[in-house]
Each structure stands twice: as structure tokens, then as C-alpha cells.
């Protein structure tokens, strides 16, 4: 729905996001605002930082039913979640994210702080994310150092169940 690469600054509050594929996608697009936003019903990511974009502020938004329809969201790695960036100095406060299929807020890079948001129901079709997810390895970030994450409340992760020996249901 939303867009853009190579910008600076990039501003994006008190909008009203829903029924499309994915919610904001910001390419190579550093010191990114993403504010007060009500982003819903989405068949892929919600927000998507990628490619150095450093310095994301992404607070006080509400997500709500993100890439939760089987076989409608986009194939590959860290697709279908709500939140998921790549660069360093992400601060990531306040969100609300209820219904998704796959990783709440994940991020590759250094210096991260997410705190106080409040994740239910996560990994509703793969199971091997989680509602807080970060990692080493990836060849542009090959670490994840001096981040804070504190004060989050997460519920409801539910696994993806049939495509294992042991369903849930």
C-alpha cells in the first residue's frame, strides 16, 4: 500500500492501512517514522524495512489480522509478519499485534530497543518464528549486539500444527 526507496526521513503516522498485500515497504530508506497507524487485514508484512534502512521509529501503532490466510502471502523468508526490519537503531515501542501468521517484530542489526509492545497470536501458520525474533548470520548483519528487549507481554503462540507428526487442533 505504502512504498518507497532510497529516501531519508521518511514520515508515516495516523493513517488507516488495510485489505491489500503488504502495508509499507521502505527500501534502503533510513531514519523512517512509523507512528500511530491502525494496519489490518493484510494478506504479507505489515511494515518491512529492508537493505540499510537505519534509525526506524516504529511506536504506537495497532496491527490486527496480518498474512493470516493460508496460501495468500508472499513465499520466502520472514515474509507474512507484522513487523520486520533490517538495519541497526530500530526502536520498536507501544505496538498492538493480534492475529499473524508468522513472526510479530523481527530485525537483523545492531542496537535495537523494543520494549512495551504487546503481541497475541503469532506463528498461526509456520512455527519456527516467534513473536520476538532476531538472529546472526545474515552476510549484511552479521550480528545483533546491544539490544534491549524489556517489558513486552506476549500470548497465544500457536503453531502451525499440520504440517508436523503432531497437529494441533
Known amino acids: ?7 531519508n526521513g521518511v514520515s508515516i503516522q495516523n493513517c488507516e492501512l488495510s485489505d491489500g498485500m503488504k502495508g509499507i515497504y521502505l527500501y534502503n530508506s533510513p531514519n523512517t517514522v512509523i ?24 511506536n504506537d501503532n495497532v496491527f490486527n ?13 520472514t515474509q507474512n509478519s507484522c513487523i520486520t526490519t533490517a538495519g541497526t537503531g530500530l526502536t520498536c515501542y507501544r505496538n498492538k499485534i493480534t492475529n499473524v501468521a508468522y513472526i510479530g517484530i523481527g ?3 545492531d542496537n535495537a530497543m523494543v520494549k512495551w509492545n504487546y503481541i497475541d497470536t503469532f506463528c498461526q501458520e509456520l512455527s519456527d518464528g516467534a513473536a520476538i525474533y532476531t ?11 546491544q539490544c ?5 507481554t506476549v500470548i497465544n503462540g500457536v503453531g502451525a500444527g499440520e504440517g508436523s507428526i503432531q497437529p494441533t487442533g
Open 1 to 7: 500500500l505504502i512504498s518507497t526507496q532510497n529516501s
Open 35 to 58: 507512528q500511530n497507524n491502525y494496519i489490518h487485514n493484510l494478506r504479507s508484512n505489515a511494515v518491512r524495512t529492508y537493505q540499510t534502512s537505519v534509525n526506524a521509529t516504529i
Open 65 to 77: 489480522n496480518i498474512a493470516n490466510i493460508p496460501g495468500m502471502g508472499d513465499s520466502g523468508v
Open 107 to 109: 530485525w537483523r542489526g
Open 135 to 145: 538472529y546472526n548470520g545474515d552476510s549484511s548483519y552479521p550480528s545483533t549486539i
Open 148 to 152: 534491549e528487549v524489556m517489558y513486552n
